[in-house]
Protein backbone atom coordinates (compact mmCIF):
# COMPACT_ATOMS: atom_id res chain seq x y z
CA UNK A 1 0.00 0.00 0.00
CA UNK A 2 1.47 3.20 -1.17
CA UNK A 3 2.36 5.86 1.71
CA UNK A 4 0.34 8.58 1.60
CA UNK A 5 1.91 12.28 2.93
CA UNK A 6 0.45 15.36 3.92
CA UNK A 7 1.30 17.13 0.83
CA UNK A 8 -1.14 14.41 -1.39
CA UNK A 9 -3.90 13.57 1.67
CA UNK A 10 -6.36 16.95 1.86
CA UNK A 11 -7.51 15.71 5.71
CA UNK A 12 -4.06 15.19 6.77
CA UNK A 13 -3.12 19.65 5.05
CA UNK A 14 -6.06 20.70 6.76
CA UNK A 15 -5.56 19.32 10.23
CA UNK A 16 -1.76 19.90 9.56
CA UNK A 17 -2.70 23.62 8.95
CA UNK A 18 -4.42 23.82 11.95
CA UNK A 19 -1.67 22.98 14.29
CA UNK A 20 0.85 24.46 11.95
CA UNK A 21 -1.95 27.84 12.86
CA UNK A 22 -1.06 26.97 16.95
CA UNK A 23 2.39 27.00 16.48
CA UNK A 24 2.60 30.09 15.14
CA UNK A 25 0.14 31.69 17.73
CA UNK A 26 2.78 30.19 20.80
CA UNK A 27 5.55 32.30 18.51
CA UNK A 28 4.19 35.18 18.85
CA UNK A 29 2.23 34.69 22.75
CA UNK A 30 5.68 35.49 24.14
CA UNK A 31 6.21 38.89 22.36
CA UNK A 32 2.62 39.87 23.27
CA UNK A 33 2.60 39.28 26.51
CA UNK A 34 5.75 41.42 27.07
CA UNK A 35 4.51 43.99 24.73
CA UNK A 36 1.02 44.31 27.23
CA UNK A 37 3.22 44.07 30.00
CA UNK A 38 5.58 46.96 28.93
CA UNK A 39 2.30 49.39 27.47
CA UNK A 40 0.42 48.67 31.02
CA UNK A 41 3.58 49.69 32.89
CA UNK A 42 4.77 52.71 30.82
CA UNK A 43 0.75 53.71 31.07
CA UNK A 44 0.61 53.21 34.89
CA UNK A 45 4.01 54.38 35.84
CA UNK A 46 4.95 56.43 33.22
CA UNK A 47 7.91 54.04 32.38
CA UNK A 48 8.92 50.34 31.83
CA UNK A 49 12.27 48.79 33.04
CA UNK A 50 13.60 45.45 32.96
CA UNK A 51 13.12 45.03 36.14
CA UNK A 52 9.24 46.09 36.20
CA UNK A 53 9.20 43.07 33.65
CA UNK A 54 11.43 40.97 36.23
CA UNK A 55 8.56 41.06 39.04
CA UNK A 56 5.55 40.81 36.48
CA UNK A 57 6.47 38.49 34.43
CA UNK A 58 7.97 36.14 37.58
CA UNK A 59 11.45 35.61 35.57
CA UNK A 60 15.27 36.08 35.25
CA UNK A 61 16.94 39.36 34.04
CA UNK A 62 18.59 37.09 31.66
CA UNK A 63 15.44 36.89 30.07
CA UNK A 64 13.74 39.46 30.32
CA UNK A 65 16.80 41.08 28.83
CA UNK A 66 16.47 38.35 25.97
CA UNK A 67 13.49 38.78 25.06
CA UNK A 68 13.12 42.76 25.19
CA UNK A 69 16.16 42.37 22.39
CA UNK A 70 13.99 40.34 20.34
CA UNK A 71 11.35 42.84 20.90
CA UNK A 72 13.98 45.51 19.44
CA UNK A 73 15.25 43.34 16.51
CA UNK A 74 11.81 43.33 15.39
CA UNK A 75 11.13 46.76 15.32
CA UNK A 76 8.25 46.87 18.48
CA UNK A 77 10.21 48.43 20.99
CA UNK A 78 13.47 50.44 21.61
CA UNK A 79 15.84 50.46 24.70
CA UNK A 80 19.52 51.49 25.45
CA UNK A 81 21.24 49.92 28.25
CA UNK A 82 20.38 51.65 31.73
CA UNK A 83 17.50 52.99 29.81
CA UNK A 84 13.65 52.28 30.38
CA UNK A 85 11.93 50.21 27.15
CA UNK A 86 9.54 52.40 25.02
CA UNK A 87 6.85 50.69 22.23
CA UNK A 88 7.47 51.71 18.65
CA UNK A 89 4.12 52.40 17.40
CA UNK A 90 4.03 48.71 15.56
CA UNK A 91 4.63 47.13 19.36
CA UNK A 92 2.01 49.56 21.16
CA UNK A 93 -0.61 48.52 18.25
CA UNK A 94 0.38 44.87 19.06
CA UNK A 95 -0.37 45.35 22.84
CA UNK A 96 -3.36 47.32 22.47
CA UNK A 97 -4.71 44.34 20.27
CA UNK A 98 -3.79 42.46 23.03
CA UNK A 99 -5.20 43.97 25.34
CA UNK A 100 -8.19 44.56 23.85
CA UNK A 101 -8.29 40.21 22.95
CA UNK A 102 -7.58 39.66 26.88
CA UNK A 103 -10.56 42.20 28.20
CA UNK A 104 -12.81 40.12 25.77
CA UNK A 105 -11.96 37.31 26.68
CA UNK A 106 -12.06 37.47 30.49
CA UNK A 107 -15.40 39.67 29.96
CA UNK A 108 -16.85 36.79 28.18
CA UNK A 109 -15.43 33.84 31.07
CA UNK A 110 -17.15 36.08 33.92
CA UNK A 111 -20.07 36.47 32.04
CA UNK A 112 -20.65 32.80 31.87
CA UNK A 113 -20.34 32.50 35.28
CA UNK A 114 -15.57 31.50 35.57
CA UNK A 115 -14.79 32.59 39.15
CA UNK A 116 -12.69 35.81 38.46
CA UNK A 117 -9.33 34.14 40.08
CA UNK A 118 -10.05 31.26 37.46
CA UNK A 119 -11.21 33.30 34.65
CA UNK A 120 -7.88 35.28 34.62
CA UNK A 121 -5.70 32.46 34.31
CA UNK A 122 -7.82 30.80 31.25
CA UNK A 123 -7.88 34.27 29.85
CA UNK A 124 -4.08 34.78 29.88
CA UNK A 125 -3.83 31.45 27.99
CA UNK A 126 -6.92 31.52 25.75
CA UNK A 127 -6.70 35.03 24.71
CA UNK A 128 -3.61 33.96 21.92
CA UNK A 129 -5.29 31.42 20.14
CA UNK A 130 -8.75 32.60 19.46
CA UNK A 131 -9.80 34.59 16.02
CA UNK A 132 -11.36 37.67 15.53
CA UNK A 133 -14.17 35.94 14.70
CA UNK A 134 -14.19 34.15 17.97
CA UNK A 135 -13.87 37.24 19.93
CA UNK A 136 -16.57 39.02 17.92
CA UNK A 137 -19.35 36.27 19.16
CA UNK A 138 -17.72 36.80 22.49
CA UNK A 139 -18.58 40.17 22.40
CA UNK A 140 -21.77 39.39 21.14
CA UNK A 141 -22.82 36.67 23.39
CA UNK A 142 -21.58 38.65 26.07
CA UNK A 143 -24.31 41.32 24.94
CA UNK A 144 -26.94 38.64 24.81
CA UNK A 145 -26.17 37.78 28.51
CA UNK A 146 -26.41 41.11 29.91
CA UNK A 147 -29.70 41.79 28.17
CA UNK A 148 -30.65 38.86 29.10
CA UNK A 149 -29.79 39.15 33.09
CA UNK A 150 -31.45 42.93 33.40
CA UNK A 151 -34.60 43.16 35.20
CA UNK A 152 -37.73 44.19 32.51
CA UNK A 153 -38.91 47.25 32.32
CA UNK A 154 -41.37 48.70 34.53
CA UNK A 155 -44.50 50.78 33.24
CA UNK A 156 -44.88 53.84 34.50
CA UNK A 157 -47.03 53.93 37.70
CA UNK A 158 -46.72 50.79 38.56
Do not use: C, W
Amino acid sequence: MPRRDAHHDPGRRAVSARFQGTRAAHEDETAEDYLEAIADTIDANGQARVRDLVRIMGVSHVTVSRIVARLVREGLARTEPYQPITLTPAGRRIALRARARHEAVLAFLLAIGVPLQQAEIDAEGIEHHVSQATISAMRKAIATLARKSRPPARPPGR
